[in-house]
């Protein structure tokens, strides 16, 4: 029997793309499913229903919202902090200075609080596994637009350690994985052929990964009880490249 059957984890951002192949993951080996989601509630509900999880809608930027959902799930073994504002979905006539805030506050600030309020349970529990997932963007020198999304997945990289030093006197582990490209529906269906095809011609292996493999890696990182505070990086050889 999987050493994961009746622990609980929470996915932020399980409705779609990534997170959602990760909700399917921990399910086959048994798992309790917590799909949060903020905006996408069919869907969210179309995931936990297949796998037998449970849906929570809560902005993980609203620290309230984000104690609620973790007293409402009880106990929380596993953490994968996923969810983030897509740097493509930004608002016509939002200043520079609302968007950063925007940015950080999703993709920051959310996975610190969901950490936080984590950690406290794992602790207790002497047992947990924290899975942060970053960007090949947490390395590469970033354009205006993606500025401030880079910004935020290198500082979790710094979230991820701190976890892990907190974490480790209770068994808690706390560990990155920085996907390269991943063949999301939202992806393929944003990237016209051409688009899609310099994307691929910038990655050594010359492919994307699909979410599946993605969310198996997620799960390779959880498994292991002596790595923390490392960061997996997944990408191709993206980063290979000068
Ligand atoms: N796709 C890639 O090529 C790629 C590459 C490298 C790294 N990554 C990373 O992989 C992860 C998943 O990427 P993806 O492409 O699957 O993302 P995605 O399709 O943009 O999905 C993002 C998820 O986050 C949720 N979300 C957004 N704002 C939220 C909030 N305030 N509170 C709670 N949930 C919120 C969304 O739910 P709602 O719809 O309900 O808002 C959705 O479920 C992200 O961390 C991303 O940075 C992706």
């Given at each position: 029997m999987s050493e994961f059957q009746g622990k609980t984890v929470l996915v932020t951002g399980g409705s779609r793309g990534l997170g959602e192949a990760v909700c399917r993951r921990f399910a086959a080996e048994g798992c309790r499913v917590i799909v949060n989601y903020a905006h996408g509630r069919e869907a969210a509900e179309r995931v936990a229903s297949q796998i037998g999880g449970e849906a929570y809608g809560?902005?993980?930027?609203?620290?309230?919202a984000v104690e609620a959902m973790f007293d409402a799930a009880g106990q929380v073994d596993i953490l994968v902090n996923n969810a983030r504002i897509d740097p493509y979905k930004r608002?016509?006539?939002?200043?520079?200075?609302?968007?950063?805030?925007?940015?950080?506050?999703?993709?920051l600030k959310g996975s610190?609080?969901?950490?936080?309020?984590?950690?406290?349970?794992?602790?207790?529990?002497?047992?947990?596994?924290?899975?942060?997932?970053?960007?090949v963007w947490a390395y590469w020198p970033a354009?205006?637009?993606?500025?401030?999304?880079?910004?935020?997945?290198?500082?979790?990289?710094?979230?991820?350690r701190g976890f892990a030093s907190q974490g480790a006197p209770y068994g808690v582990t706390s560990n990155v994985l920085a996907p390269g490209l991943i063949?999301?529906?939202?992806?393929?269906?944003?990237?016209?052929?051409e688009m899609l095809e310099k994307e691929l011609n910038g990655i050594p292996l010359r492919r994307g990964a699909t979410p599946d493999?993605?969310?198996d890696s997620v799960?390779?990182?959880?498994?292991?009880g002596f790595m923390t505070g490392e960061i997996v990086n997944l990408n191709g050889g993206a980063c290979l490249l000068p």
């Open positions: 809560c902005d993980i930027a609203d620290e309230h608002t016509a006539g939002m200043s520079d200075g609302d968007w950063w805030d925007a940015v950080m506050a999703v993709n610190y609080l969901c950490g936080k309020f984590a950690l406290e349970r794992m602790k207790a529990a002497n047992w947990g596994r924290m899975v942060h997932i970053s960007s354009n205006e637009r993606m500025l401030s999304y880079a910004a935020a997945k290198s500082a979790m990289h710094a979230l991820s063949l999301t529906d939202l992806l393929t269906s944003r990237l016209t052929p493999e993605v969310a799960f390779r990182v959880a498994e292991s």
